[in-house]
């Protein structure tokens, strides 16, 4: 199973970015049981930014972040997880990296890292 993040960019602040998490799987079966957002600044410990159960409901925030991020799955592709954020603050600026926890019938539940994504906000 790969991960792929993606979406990040250069933003003005009080502007949106949407992040892209997305599972893959070759002659695989595999079921997402959540997807979270964390973001890591240098020097920093990592942060939780949101997260949301494979189904798609249950989400959870961070504190800086509530109000202004959502995170959701593509209605079209279940296996797309997105990260929606809006009025975004020069204090977001730092890379973001997707993880999922995700079960296969090879390896039960395991935890998979995306690369990382850089959101750049000017102020």
């Known amino acids: 199973v790969q991960l792929q993040a993606s979406g990040g960019g250069l933003v003005q602040a009080g502007g949106s970015l949407r992040l892209s998490c997305a599972a893959s799987?070759?002659?695989?079966?595999?079921?997402?049981?959540?997807v979270s957002w964390y973001r890591q600044a240098p020097g920093d410990q990592r942060e939780l930014v949101a997260g949301i159960f494979g189904s798609g409901d249950r989400t959870n925030y961070g504190d800086s972040v509530k109000a202004r991020f959502s995170i959701f799955r593509d209605s079209d592709k279940n296996t797309v997880y997105l990260l929606q954020m809006n009025s975004l603050e020069p204090e977001d600026k730092t890379v973001y990296y997707c993880?999922?926890?995700?079960?296969?019938?090879?390896?039960?539940?395991?935890?998979?890292w995306g690369q990382g994504t850089q959101v750049t906000v000017s102020s």
């Open positions: 993880h999922a926890n995700i079960w296969t019938h090879v390896t039960a539940s395991v935890g998979y």
């Open positions: 799987g070759t002659r695989t079966f595999f079921r997402i049981n959540t």
